[in-house]
């Protein structure tokens, strides 16, 4: 073995050891993120731009990924409503092609500037939604 392919493997050792994994949450891509009044199969069956808070009574942010086959990792989606985080949801994203969402309650009153973030592990906003509720 030559000298570098000995550092080579020493160092992705020791990431492994320190808990590293070659799939990182910055190689997650969101391919859909929607929020929606129902998840059915695992799916969105709408996307949300405006919508009366009486008509409902929870609204889903619905979120797929694309990442490396091996992804073992969490991403927060945040409620916020005018600016104001109102909810916060740890959710896990595992494997090559996942989906998750959060389910926020609909109260009446609350209307306004609504948005959605999906962040990773590191705070980095990968992906947001927005909407108004009358």
Same mark, same amino acid.
């Given at each position: =073995?030559?000298?570098?392919?000995?550092?080579?493997?020493?160092?992705? !050792?020791?990431?492994?050891?320190?808990?590293?994994?070659?799939?990182?949450?910055? /190689?997650?891509? @969101?391919?859909? =993120?929607?929020?929606?009044?129902?998840?059915?199969?695992?799916? +969105? @069956? *709408?996307?949300?731009?405006? @919508? &009366?808070? $009486?008509?409902?009574?929870?609204?889903?942010?619905?979120?797929?990924?694309? #990442? +490396?086959? *091996?992804? /073992?990792? $969490?991403?927060?989606?945040?409620?916020?409503?005018? *600016?104001? #985080? !109102?909810?916060?949801?740890?959710? +896990?994203? %595992?494997?090559?092609?996942?989906?998750?969402?959060?389910? %926020?309650?609909?109260? %009446?009153?609350?209307?306004? *500037?609504?948005?959605? /973030?999906? !962040? /990773? &592990?590191?705070? %980095? !906003?990968?992906?947001?939604?927005?909407?108004? =509720?009358?």
């Amino acid at each position: =073995m030559s000298r570098t392919t000995i550092v080579s493997t020493a160092t992705a !050792v020791l990431l492994t050891l320190a808990g590293w994994s070659q799939s990182w949450a910055g /190689d997650l891509k @969101i391919t859909e =993120m929607a929020v929606t009044t129902k998840i059915v199969k695992g799916n +969105p @069956i *709408d996307s949300v731009r405006r @919508i &009366s808070s $009486t008509s409902v009574k929870a609204l889903y942010c619905f979120t797929r990924f694309s #990442a +490396p086959e *091996d992804t /073992d990792t $969490t991403i927060k989606q945040i409620w916020y409503l005018n *600016d104001e #985080a !109102v909810a916060e949801y740890e959710l +896990p994203v %595992k494997g090559a092609h996942w989906r998750t969402y959060s389910r %926020k309650v609909v109260e %009446k009153g609350l209307s306004g *500037d609504w948005r959605c /973030d999906a !962040v /990773d &592990s590191e705070g %980095k !906003v990968l992906k947001s939604v927005s909407f108004r =509720m009358n």
